[in-house]
């Protein structure tokens, strides 16, 4: 996917995901909704640390003070973002609290996305056309390093969050082959 901004980018993310916990909701098999759930913590997960190694920096340098408030704040929401999505990888969609805890889940990244996308106005205004597209590109481009399956035990800063990263994409990219996931046509439907 992706956007043509940072904010795009971001945004566009956000939406996703909804849109994966509403596929979800509307499943009406178990199976169907294990693979809507695993496509919503696969791209949680690359989405989020991507956040924090591109989004976080850039709203520290650009923002000051402010950048560094949110993302100290923005951080822990992450980071309990990160407790429930480990539980919910634990769990499978049949066990009764899962609805639960996966509401839990898009519910807190709901709220969490209001202030972001506002700060995201206020980094876009500094910025110039070059560094956007620059923190977009990169923001894009990294999603392919990441782990795809939530580590709330790692460091949630660099560089340690992205030599850790790096070495648990792989054993995460591993674990994919085994998991169900929707389909193109899935994907299509409405």
């Not at 098999?29 to 791209?43: L, V």
């Not at 407790?83 to 996966?102: K, P, S």
């Amino acid at each position: 996917m992706g956007g043509s901004t940072i904010k795009a980018a971001i945004v566009d993310d956000h939406s996703e995901l909804a849109e994966y916990h509403g596929k979800y909701s509307k499943a009406t098999s178990a199976e169907d909704r294990q693979k809507w759930a695993n496509q919503y913590q696969w791209e949680l997960a690359r989405h989020t640390v991507a956040e924090e190694l591109v989004l976080y920096p850039a709203f520290e340098k650009h923002l000051g003070p402010l950048g560094s408030d949110v993302t100290a704040r923005e951080r822990a929401e992450h980071q309990a973002q990160k407790e429930l999505q480990y539980r919910m990888e634990r769990m499978g969609v049949q066990d009764e609290a899962y609805q639960g805890v996966f509401d839990q889940l898009q519910k807190e990244l709901a709220e969490h996305v209001i202030e972001e996308e506002a700060t995201l106005d206020k980094l876009e205004l500094v910025l110039t056309p070059e560094e956007n597209e620059s923190l977009t590109h990169a923001l894009e481009h990294i999603k392919a390093y990441l782990p795809t399956r939530a580590h709330p035990g790692t460091h949630q800063s660099p560089p340690f969050e992205t030599i850790e990263g790096m070495l648990l994409a792989p054993i995460d990219r591993f674990k994919d082959l085994f998991v169900k996931w929707p389909t193109k046509e899935d994907k299509k439907a409405e």
